[in-house]
């Protein structure tokens, strides 16, 4: 784990504050839920992915009806993401926020992001209707490209718009297929909210439950039992833009999980006084699905919003199977990839 990909983990729990000062306790907030397009007769939507050099997911979809373009697959945002360049390139502001508008502006602002509601989202058909979208300054963009790693010879880097949020993700059952490139979204069926009570969610082969929360007010993310080293599980944040599986200091001490030894914290480019380090764990595990001998980021407080969350888990764990999110039953699939569907 190479320091300077910290600014990247940073930038992701930027924008999410940055949603939660821009919708929670808003007067001015939008009153109608997003809603599906009237639903029609067709089976779930399979879409080509591209896998980044770093496992990172990149679909395209069609905003308001404009010509499709790159966005990552986001689990952690709470909305769907576009770039300043982009909504200026589609005319999405309409008048919300102006070429100057403080709203707009780099990530560590406090204020940033202008906080607009998108006629559509589709991803080859796989539309919704009214979803809670944040305009942010391209800085993010320049972020999260890099994030992408770099390109293998003949390789083309997407030109990324934005995030494909939670405000889009949890009207579906998304199904991502590393070893086939595909992403496969099968909108939920109209029923009654599930129970959020682990142990009233009949669980699949490999699948774990988990319930969508957070902190302050409108805050919703994916959250799923995560258990380091063996001892009882907390509660990690499901991140799939996130490279590397994070956990604050609290939790590290009670799980004891410690960073690396000085030595070789040096060769990786981290001093001891470094907020943020890297540090071996023995076992990552969700459900039945456990990852050993790993490593894991060892971050500041105030990188994980919540008190009650532990961390996140990234695409350093999730890339090694065939994963479903499964909203409409608030339930985690961890699939061998190399067994088929």
């Known amino acids: 784990m190479n320091r300077t990909l910290l600014g990247f983990l940073t930038a992701s729990a930027a924008l999410a504050l940055l949603w ?20 029609e ?14 496992s990172l997911v990149v679909v395209k979809a069609s905003i308001n009806g404009n010509e499709p373009a790159s966005f990552l697959v ?10 300043e360049s982009w909504a200026r390139k589609w005319n999405l502001a309409d008048g919300k926020f102006k070429p100057q508008d403080p709203r707009v502006r780099d990530l560590d602002s406090a204020s940033a992001g202008a906080r607009i509601r998108l006629s559509s989202v589709d991803v080859r058909g796989a539309r919704v209707e009214k979803v809670d979208c944040l305009v942010v300054n391209d800085t993010a963009q320049r972020l999260f490209s890099l994030r992408m790693g770099e390109p293998k010879p003949g390789e083309v880097v997407p030109d990324l718009a934005g995030l494909l949020g939670f405000s ?7 199904t991502i297929d590393f070893a086939n490139l595909e992403v496969t979204l ?4 109209d029923e009654a909210p599930p129970a959020v009570n682990e142990d009233e969610i009949p669980l699949p082969e490999h699948g774990v439950s988990f ?13 799923v039992k995560t258990s380091v080293n ?9 991140n799939t833009t996130s490279l590397t599986t994070t956990i604050i200091p609290s939790y590290a001490s009670i799980w004891k999980v410690k960073p690396f030894p000085p030595d070789e914290l040096k060769t990786r480019g981290f001093k001891p006084t470094d907020k943020n380090l890297p540090g071996p764990v023995k076992t990552l595990r969700i459900g039945d699905r456990t990852m050993h001998d790993t490593e894991v980021l060892l971050a500041e407080e105030g990188i994980v919003i919540g008190s009650e969350i532990a961390g996140y888990v990234g695409m350093d764990f ?24």
């Open 168 to 174: 889009y993700l949890k009207h579906f059952k998304t």
């Open 74 to 83: 986001d689990t952690f945002s709470e909305v769907v993401i576009v770039f």
């Open 20 to 39: 939660c000062g821009c919708w929670g306790g808003s007067e001015d907030a939008p009153e109608n839920q997003p809603t599906m397009k009237p639903p």
């Open 318 to 341: 999730l890339r090694n199977y065939r994963l479903t999110i499964d909203c409409a039953r608030n339930r985690l699939i961890l699939d061998d990839p190399r067994v088929p569907r």
């Open 186 to 189: 099968e909108k939920n069926k």
């Open 211 to 223: 319930y969508v929360g957070g902190s302050g007010g409108r805050t919703r993310r994916i959250i």
């Open 41 to 54: 007769e067709r089976g779930p939507v399979t879409t080509l992915a591209t896998v980044t050099p770093r």
């Open 230 to 238: 063996g001892f009882e599980p907390g509660n990690f944040i499901l």
